[in-house]
């Protein structure tokens, strides 16, 4: 069983590139894989939801163990012409932040990330930032006493 990192994914892109990164880049997924139950969609003017009820998370589709552990996630468009950020909550991956397979997403669907991960068990944080594709940051933080200088030392691992 691998030790999970964890924090909170950002996402920035036009109302657009986000939706359509909510609706092909994420799959619901179970405890024993894919799930192949629907995504629940409900859109207005103002925003963009998705849910799933059975299964536990929604998968990072293109990656290697990262997920959204939620049930729910909800986009608020942005004023016309403005980009826009998601913050998507209970991010967790396998031992580390893959950021290649993060800028191929950021590539494929032209929207930026930001996460800085926490990783209690083997006590390092990870901090990544891709914009427009391209890793701008990518970095792994020690610490010599980790719960005490780790700003969240009680999550991840």
């Known amino acids: 069983m691998p ?3 964890v924090g909170d994914l950002k996402v920035r892109g036009t109302k657009e590139n986000i939706e359509r990164f909510l ?15 629907k995504v629940k969609i409900e859109k207005d003017e103002w925003s963009i939801a998705i849910s799933i009820e059975k299964s536990n998370a929604f998968y990072i ?20 012409g403005e980009k826009g950020v998601l913050v998507l909550e209970n991010f967790k991956a396998a031992w580390v932040i893959d950021a290649s397979s ?6 494929k669907y032209l929207i930026d ?5 926490f990783e209690r068990g083997m006590q390092f944080n990870q ?4 914009v427009n594709g391209e890793i701008v940051k990518n970095e ?5 006493d980790y719960t005490w200088e780790c700003i969240r030392p009680h999550i991840g691992g």
């Open 3 to 5: 030790n999970w990192i």
């Open 102 to 107: 993060l800028a191929k997403l950021s590539k």
């Open 61 to 80: 589709n293109e990656t290697h163990r990262h997920f959204i552990n939620t049930k729910h996630i909800e986009f608020y468009y942005p004023e016309e």
């Open 127 to 130: 901090d990544v930032e891709i």
């Open 23 to 37: 609706l092909e880049g994420l799959s619901p997924v179970g405890f024993f894989g894919l799930s192949d139950e």
């Open 140 to 144: 792994e933080i020690k610490f010599k």
């Open 113 to 117: 990330f930001k996460i800085l991960g």
